[in-house]
């Protein structure tokens, strides 16, 4: 419960021996497993999702781990109700980045369901899917259903998906992070993770200042008729095959 190694570990040895057939085969015994549960107080939220993206890992590029949550993280790791000071805060920060990070470099998504009225710090565990790709959604008991039905219905295309779009050198990129760009502002690189049909991202550019161009001495620039651009998404297809797509 408490040691990050051993939980990744058990995590891929589990689904090597129990994630060999096909849900229509074993849908009794999921069942069974799963009505037999009882809630007893102590929420080992944070051990429990570490153990499933490993096992996710296992699995098939573009797998899928959904939490859904109705109550704070409470004994091993991750546990939130331990958390006072600022260290733990930030080590508590750390510990679910780190599982999201997991989950990006093995193609997995996770998505995170809480319910209303209930507290579990979404604002931690939405770190997760920050890092990976997944979603973060709020619903009410009565909704439950469809909202996973809609989680489900959108699989994962291609994952370790990255970006780079490449300006003229008389742009520059607006309003983006220092740490995405490169080339005096003319090249940004952004990490995906895993991608759906629905993900889509978005920049905003605009021509360099006059002093720039002044210095760039550049008599091309007086002389445009175009601006080109250029995009570079490289990835990982289900297949396991890695592919780069270039768009000029």
Same mark, same amino acid.
């Given at each position: ?17 129990? #994630? ?9 015994? #999921? ?90 710090? #979404?604002?931690? #565990? ?123």
């Amino acid at each position: 419960m408490n040691s990050f190694d051993f939980l990744v570990e058990n995590g891929r040895k589990e689904a090597k021996a129990k #994630l060999q057939g096909k849900v229509k085969d074993t849908k009794a015994d #999921l069942q069974k497993q799963l009505m037999s549960i009882e809630e007893t107080g102590p929420t080992a939220l944070g051990p429990a999702l570490l153990t499933a993206v490993a096992m996710a890992a296992e699995g098939a590029p573009g797998s899928t781990v959904v939490l859904c949550t109705d109550g704070l993280a409470n004994i091993g790791l991750g546990a939130m109700d331990e958390a006072h000071s600022e260290a733990q805060v930030e080590a508590l920060d750390a510990f679910y980045a780190q599982i999201g990070i997991l989950a990006k470099e093995n193609g997995v998504t996770v998505n995170i369901v809480s319910i209303e009225g209930e507290e579990c710090n #979404l604002d931690t #565990l939405s770190k997760i899917a920050e890092v990976c790709g997944g979603n973060v959604e709020r619903v009410a008991p009565v909704q439950l259903t469809q909202n996973f039905s809609n989680i489900l219905s959108t699989p994962v295309i291609a994952s370790k998906v990255q970006v780079t779009v490449k300006l003229h050198k008389g742009l520059e990129f607006r309003n983006e992070e220092q740490a995405y760009l490169k080339d005096n502002g003319t090249t940004m690189m952004r990490e995906l993770g895993n991608v759906t049909e629905e993900t889509e991202i978005t920049f905003e550019y605009r021509l360099k200042s006059i002093k720039e161009l002044i210095q760039m001495e550049d008599v091309e620039l007086t002389q445009l008729t175009a601006l080109p651009f250029q995009a570079q998404i490289t990835y990982t297809a289900l297949n396991g095959a890695r592919c780069v797509r270039v768009i000029s």
